[in-house]
């Protein structure tokens, strides 16, 4: 990629869109290198703010040079997901190394493989499906609040990465959740933080060289295979077919004339995705929308009473998602403030004009939820806890990519019900149990990793209100 975007050529650029995009200066040789790798979600923002809703971030020396280009209006973000979605592929070192680490499943694959994998898989997150898997959730939110018990605080950063870890592997595995949950506890953040490393690396030394980085992520991924192969493997052998409704399940009967059916290989990327995609992100919403909570005590106590009435003393069921509208927009608002997938990677295959400007096939470009969710064009007061935001008619008056934590257009996030239906009744299940406290008034400190990374603890204080449910 060069330093410069002036366009000379006539090529088949829009006409009249301005070749020069504005952006930070940053060092003379290195660009904003290092305000990239430091913190790349203060750098867009602070982009964003100086240079407007189109900006161009250089960061490297000459050579090795990394040119990333922003956008972050709604009006961009539609057109890079959705509406001119063929011109922006996941050909980005970022989606590259996510491939070469956990398979080409549902998230990573393209083209033909993609349609045929999202045919099959579709029929596994209908609402109908999804919300058969409401007893499996609300039975790990009231393991939660028994084993938090009467401890004094907890942190929710750890305590949200189990529970959303517990529930989705159950999901997928069923019976065999005891098994799967224990090695990708400790795999898994090996592996994402050796894909993310390499993802914005100028230059990487081959995965097959036995230095001991990649010995380490290697290992770690082969745990990870052997685990899920071997749960695969068993339920194909059983005698009767493979049985029960876990997703792993419907997946090896998943099939049909025109795509055939899932080999194994295909069953195990799926499942890699799931866990990647369906982990950490439901947990990060979790975990930062209970922090909120924890330091808004009105609004804590609004969405108690509102668990109050709907769950009375009976576990939470599918039907009670929507008897809990202020929840779900507490959850919205954790979400606008704290996206999980907060920047959302593609590379421009064709030039595209966006915002004025023309964005040259070839460049990488990122969408940012992160940054959208804080345009002051978008939000009044960004920076402000308010889940009135949400309210029907308040969103209805908003632009429709004006909040995206799921992403938008084709692409978008297949696990997007399941995974609110998880955090409201998970939210609705916890608070119904305790009174939740900042143990400290500070904002927790997030970095940008494969999903948002929260960089310390999220501690609160506990207050427990009732007996938990037998
Ligand atoms: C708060 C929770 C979640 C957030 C914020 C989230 C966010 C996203 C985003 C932004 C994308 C689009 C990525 C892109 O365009 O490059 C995506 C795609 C995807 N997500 Fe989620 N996700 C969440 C939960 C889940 C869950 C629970 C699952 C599955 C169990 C899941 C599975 C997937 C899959 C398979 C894709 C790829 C879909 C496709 O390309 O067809 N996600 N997610």
Excluded at 25 to 50: H, I, N, Y
Excluded at 361 to 368: I, N
Aim: net charge negative; hydrophobic share 40%.
């Amino acid at each position: 990629m060069t330093d410069t975007d002036t366009h000379t050529g006539s090529g088949a650029a829009p006409s009249g869109a301005a070749t020069q995009i504005p952006g930070p200066k940053g060092l003379p040789l290195l660009g904003s290198m290092f305000e990239l790798q430091q913190d790349s979600l203060g750098a867009f923002l602070r982009a964003r703010r100086d240079h407007g809703d189109v900006v161009r971030v250089s960061a490297g020396p000459p050579g090795l040079r990394t040119v990333l280009h922003g956008v972050f209006s709604a009006e961009g973000a539609q057109q890079v997901l959705a509406t001119e979605s063929a011109n922006f592929r996941k050909d980005n070192p970022f989606y590259e190394e996510v491939r070469a680490a956990f398979g080409n499943g549902l998230l990573t694959s393209q083209d033909a493989d993609y349609l045929r994998q999202r045919r099959l898989v579709q029929p596994l997150f209908t609402k109908r499906r999804v919300d058969g898997y409401a007893d499996a959730i609300a039975q790990e939110g009231g393991a939660v609040v028994e084993r938090w018990g009467e401890q004094p605080t907890v942190d929710l950063v750890g305590e949200m990465s189990r529970l959303a870890l517990r529930t989705v592997a159950r999901i997928l595995f069923g019976a065999d959740v005891e098994a799967a949950v224990e090695v990708i506890h400790r795999s898994f953040p090996v592996i994402n933080s050796y894909a993310l490393s390499r993802a914005y690396a100028p230059v990487n030394v081959p995965r097959e060289w036995p230095t001991p980085g990649n010995r380490r992520a290697m290992a770690a991924i082969a745990e990870v295979y052997a685990v899920c192969d071997r749960i695969i493997a068993e339920r194909r052998a059983a005698p009767e077919g493979p049985v029960g409704d876990d997703l792993l399940t419907l997946l090896a009967q998943a099939g049909s004339e025109e795509d055939g059916s899932l080999d194994a290989t295909e069953i195990r990327d799926q499942v890699l995705v799931f866990l990647l995609a369906g982990h950490e992100t439901t947990a990060t919403s979790m975990a930062f929308t209970l922090h909120l909570l924890s330091r808004h005590p009105e609004e804590q106590a609004r969405a108690r009473q509102e668990a109050d009435e709907v769950l009375g003393d009976s576990a939470p069921t599918a039907a009670d998602l929507e008897r809990l509208p202020y929840l779900t927009r507490v959850l919205k608002e954790g979400m606008r403030l704290y996206p999980a997938a907060p920047v959302i990677g593609r590379r421009a295959v064709a030039d595209t004009e966006i915002g004025g400007y023309r964005i040259r096939a070839g460049s990488d470009v990122v969408v940012a939820p992160w940054v959208t969710h804080r345009n002051p064009d978008l939000w009044e007061d960004p920076e402000r806890f308010d889940p009135e935001r949400f309210t029907p008619e308040r969103e209805a008056a908003r632009h429709r990519y004006a909040w995206f934590p799921f992403g938008g257009g084709p692409r978008a996030c297949i696990g997007q019900h399941f995974s609110m239906l998880e955090s409201v009744l998970a939210l609705a299940t916890l608070l119904r149990g305790y009174e939740l406290e900042a143990a400290d008034d500070a904002e927790v400190p997030v970095a940008a990793g494969i999903t948002l990374q929260a960089k310390g603890p999220a501690r609160v204080r506990l207050r427990p209100r009732r007996k938990p449910l037998a």
